[in-house]
């Protein structure tokens, strides 16, 4: 492990190096990159100078309990050995965790889609409910969210429902919620009380930064209209909506909850450059997937990740065979169990593929 940690502490120094570089600063794509990767590997440097002091100690703790005579000193270097040698697992473990490789764009901000499936009204309904879990999950960890497009249902709810979340970690933690949503209850409408199932579908994207993507603005058609639905008498009576088409992909972007045409149209680059962003990432995701089976994250949206059972107030996980009896929790935005388990689930994966674990 020293050995290993030796040669990322030499990467360390040499991302040091080419960063101090002025020349660095004209390469914004290269100096983020390099910056990130400086952010990464600075944690596991201060870990890995521990340990090496610990491992350090350790050693001449045992050499002086084989080569000393003195009983006393003998003693010293035996409570030494048991003192450092119990923290010795521990740091291991840890360190084990921190050289798993860490998903570049876990720490972007993202947008989250949700649409409504199967089920028709009802499933608006639940895209409603969804969407209020995490808004009220995203108020708890001090995140903002902002909604850029949204689809009305006709008894409540969504049909669909667009919206960027911005903070710290947010793709890393919102990306496991990608796939098919299942509620099971009974609808108001239902006067025989039967039980309906009905879903949503989630994606959660990282959102692309202008680096990210090579987007040639010539690709892409603006049109204006107006916004229709809510939004107030300002929107409906300008034309402050925006619609852009990436004319290559055929992608449509649209966004008119701004109270400025330029206000949508950052909003709609913002979201464009992301859906372009998806489709290399789909790539890079269905490239290990065919290596490894991925648990979790794997963003596919048709999979169905989770049951949301009302006549149980049961939660069911399907991905990790997590069941909670707390549906009223959940649904009010205490989702992070769930995905702390879901990270917990991945991350022992990694350690296995990478074969770190024992």
């Not at 107006?226 to 034309?239: W, Y």
């Not at 049961?314 to 879901?342: A, S």
């Amino acid at each position: 492990m020293l050995e290993k940690l030796e040669s990322i502490y030499q990467r360390y120094l040499q991302v040091q190096t080419q960063l101090s570089d002025p020349d660095i600063f004209s390469d914004v794509k290269r100096f983020n990159t390099l910056n990130r990767e400086y952010g990464d590997l600075k944690e596991l440097v201060e870990v890995y100078h521990v340990y090496k002091k610990l491992v350090t100690n350790l050693q001449e703790a045992r050499d002086i309990l084989k080569n000393e005579s003195d009983p006393e000193l003998k003693e010293m270097a035996k409570m030494e050995i048991d003192e450092l040698a119990d923290q010795q697992e521990p740091m291991e473990e840890k360190i084990k965790y921190l050289l798993i490789p860490k998903d570049p764009d876990d720490n972007k901000n993202a947008i989250v889609e949700i649409r409504s499936g199967t089920g028709g009204d009802e499933a608006s309904l639940f895209a409603g409910d969804l969407y209020r879990m995490y808004e009220r999950f995203c108020q708890n960890q001090k995140w903002k969210t902002e909604v850029i497009e949204l689809m009305e249902g006709s008894v409540g709810g969504f049909n669909k429902i667009v919206f960027e979340v911005t903070g710290k970690d947010v793709y890393g933690t919102l990306k496991f919620e990608s796939g098919v949503h299942r509620v099971q209850r009974v609808p108001d409408t239902e006067s025989q009380g039967r039980v309906h199932t009905s879903a949503a579908t989630v994606a959660v994207l990282p959102e692309a930064e202008e680096v990210d993507v090579d987007l040639n603005m010539g690709d892409v058609r603006r049109d204006t209209f107006r916004a229709s639905g809510a939004g107030g008498q300002h929107v409906n009576k300008t034309e402050s909506a925006i619609r852009l088409t990436h004319i290559p992909t055929g992608i449509v972007v649209e966004c008119q909850d701004g109270r400025s045409q330029h206000q949508n149209y950052d909003k709609a680059l913002t979201v464009l450059r992301t859906r372009l962003y998806e489709r290399e990432l789909a790539e890079h995701n269905s490239k290990i997937a065919a290596e490894r089976k991925s648990l979790v994250s794997t963003g596919d949206r048709s999979a169905k990740i989770r049951t949301y059972n009302f006549p149980q107030s049961r939660v069911t996980d399907h991905r990790i065979g997590l069941t909670l009896y707390n549906l009223p929790e959940v649904l009010g935005g205490q989702i992070q169990d769930i995905i702390d388990q879901l990270k917990m689930a991945e991350n022992t994966e990694k350690l296995k593929a990478g074969g770190l674990e024992d």
